[in-house]
């Protein structure tokens, strides 16, 4: 069964960094396109960028260029997305998803990871 | 970019009613459409992918079709179950949009 799962929710104080992660198991991790989703608090879905496991390409959405950075670590089929510096407006929920093969969709979903950004 | 709006945001409906939401890209997509499925507290599910194609082990009542750039979801016979929020995405270039959401609620 292919699966993401993702690093637990997390509490931070604006300007400090955090990465959280996403494990991707039942399928070749490098040869699939993992993403990430953003879903601010009562709101709808963003799509925030993608990576190609195999080779670290990645494409962000122009909203979060340079606002974030998504890498991988292919030795433990991990995904990455981080922030130098938090703000209060990262406030989220965060869901890294699986696209398959060839296209643009996502399937599967990982469970989220809700990140509060509060002073 | 391009702009996906669904309509209409919310609807209210009753068990074994037929639901429909529409999608309509700014700009042609071809087919690339997918729809997702959304319960409170949990991660989306995809439910239909290349406008029409149903994802295994999504159960018949739900459809989706194209005309032009517009897009519909479909949900004959709505179960208890099927109260949620349905949102659809474009597929066909980046940056990957996804339309506002349209919540399905217990009339």
């Known amino acids: 069964e292919v699966q993401l799962v993702q690093s637990g929710a997390e509490v931070k104080k604006p300007g400090e960094s955090l990465k959280i992660s996403c494990k991707g198991s039942g399928y070749s991790f490098t040869s699939y396109w993992i993403g990430w989703v953003r879903q601010m608090p009562g709101k709808g879905l963003e799509w925030m960028g993608i990576i190609y496991p195999g080779d670290s390409n990645t494409r962000y959405s122009p909203s979060f260029q340079g606002q974030v950075t998504i890498s991988a670590d292919k030795s433990i089929s991990t995904a990455y997305l981080q922030w130098s510096s938090l703000k209060a407006s990262d406030t989220a929920m965060y869901y890294c998803?699986?696209?398959?093969?060839?296209?643009?969709?996502?399937?599967?979903w990982g469970q989220g990871t809700l990140v509060t950004v509060s002073s | 970019d391009i702009q996906m709006t669904q309509s209409p945001s919310s609807v209210s409906a009753s068990v074994g009613d037929r639901v429909t939401i529409t999608c309509r890209a700014s700009q042609g997509i071809s087919s690339w459409l997918a729809w997702y499925q959304q319960k409170p507290g949990k991660a989306p599910k995809l439910l239909i992918y290349a406008a029409s194609s149903l994802q295994s082990g999504v159960p018949s009542r739900f459809s989706g079709s194209r005309s032009g750039t517009d897009f519909t979801l479909t949900i004959t016979s709505l179960q208890p179950e099927d109260f949620a929020t349905y949102y659809c995405q474009q597929a066909n270039s980046f940056p990957l949009t996804f339309g506002g959401g349209t919540k399905v609620e217990i009339k």
């Open positions: 998803v699986r696209l398959p093969a060839g296209y643009n969709w996502f399937d599967p």
